[in-house]
Nanobody
Framework: QVQLVESGGGLVQPGGSLTLSCAAS????????MGWYRQVPGNERELVAT???????NYADSAKGRFTISRDYAKNTVSLQMNSLKPEDTAGYYC?????????????????WGQGTLITVSS
């Protein structure tokens, strides 16, 4: 079984900074993509940023220039450094991974999600 565990959410003032971290654990063969999505109640989950096993990154327009995604490939972790936070960044943030999971029944590709962590940007 593979799981993603996020940490680092909370309350921050507009203009402030916050770092989210996510650790993958379990029977993992390879992780191809890790990233962050966010969701506001009533809205669809949307991309924030992703990073591939080769280090290629992809950012939502709203995140460009303010957020930085990074990975520790040895530790199977991904982080999101968020600067200049705005009230509209308030949302539940979800860690995501596309990976190859190993089991006694064989290997299979999985989309895995974390449980989510809430970020509130407010004065």
């Amino acid at each position: 079984q593979v799981q993603l565990v996020e940490s680092g959410g909370g309350l921050v003032q507009p203009g402030g900074s916050l770092t989210l971290s996510c650790a993958a654990s379990g029977s993992i063969g390879s992780i191809y993509v890790m990233g962050w999505y966010r969701q506001v109640p009533g809205n669809e989950r949307e991309l924030v940023a992703t990073i591939t096993s080769g280090g290629s990154t992809n950012y939502a327009d709203s995140a460009k220039g303010r957020f930085t995604i990074s990975r520790d490939y040895a530790k199977n972790t991904v982080s999101l450094q968020m600067n200049s936070l705005k009230p509209e960044d308030t949302a539940g943030y979800y860690c995501y991974a596309y990976l190859l999971a190993a089991s006694t029944l064989g290997s299979r590709y999985l989309d895995v999600w974390g449980q989510g962590t809430l970020i509130t940007v407010s004065s």
